[in-house]
């Protein structure tokens, strides 16, 4: 399986920051959305009684239009503000001008075990022949190292959820001095994190890297 072939991968490999426009714009149609519901309810407030005296169940109709309402602006500034951090700590990866392999966003902060990274946590990690470099969002130079001499085993984080099914939440790296997980994010320049079905690619991106 080549891996590198999959689009999202070939981005986080080039550090390419999607276009946030589109997101952005769509997040706020969900918005638009919201406020047109909140408006039919408002003009026929007769249905949301009818419905109340048929299923005794209101939650429906009153909880998802304010949530849509709310959930699009809040969800496009995250992202806007997400695709610009990210755009600028790349900026400051190329005036390193020292070859990159690979990007590996994260969310903020970074699980820490043993609690050996700094504050700010890393939001960006690049990959080269030399290991894993974390950057920060303010800071010009990686504010820590993880030499692949280190690092002795690359696999996927799980954890027991209610029902007691494992899920996958990150990327486990065994070293020297105890253990690091990583909570990817999904691309470059998005907020949130990576769908767990993709966890297992990037353990593979991140052994096929390793000298």
Same mark, same amino acid.
């Given at each position: ?13 080039? !550090? ?32 949301? *009684?009818? %419905? ?6 209101? @939650? ?10 709310? $959930? ?9 503000? *997400? ?18 392999? %690979? ?13 050996? &990274? ?10 080269? *022949?030399? @290991?894993?470099? !974390? ?9 820590? +190292? ?16 209610? !029902?007691?099914?494992?899920? +996958?939440? @990150?990327?486990? %790296? $065994? ?20 769908? $767990? ?8 991106? &991140? ?5």
């Amino acid at each position: 399986m080549d891996d590198s072939a999959e689009p999202w991968v070939r981005r986080l490999r080039d !550090g390419e920051v999607p276009p946030v426009r589109g997101l952005v714009l769509g997040l706020l149609a969900l918005s638009v959305v919201g406020a047109l519901l909140l408006w039919a309810e408002a003009l026929h407030v007769e249905w949301v *009684a009818e %419905f109340w005296d048929r299923t005794q169940r209101i @939650g429906l109709l009153v909880l998802v239009p304010p949530a849509l309402l709310v $959930a699009g602006p809040v969800a496009g500034l995250a992202a806007w503000w *997400a695709s610009r951090r990210d755009r600028r700590v790349l900026a400051r990866i190329r005036r390193a001008d020292s070859p990159v392999a %690979f990007h590996l966003p994260v969310t903020a902060p970074v699980i820490r075990e043993p609690d050996e &990274l700094p504050d700010p946590a890393p939001v960006l990690w690049t990959v080269d *022949a030399e @290991g894993l470099h !974390g950057w920060s969002s303010r800071d010009d130079r990686p504010v820590h +190292d993880l030499p692949w001499q280190r690092i002795r085993r690359i696999d996927v984080a799980t954890h027991r959820v209610r !029902g007691g099914v494992d899920e +996958d939440y @990150g990327l486990w %790296f $065994a070293t020297d001095r105890g253990h690091v997980v990583l909570a990817p994010r999904g691309a470059l320049g998005r907020p949130s994190g990576i769908a $767990a079905a993709k966890l297992q690619v990037l353990a593979r991106v &991140l052994r096929a890297l390793r000298p």
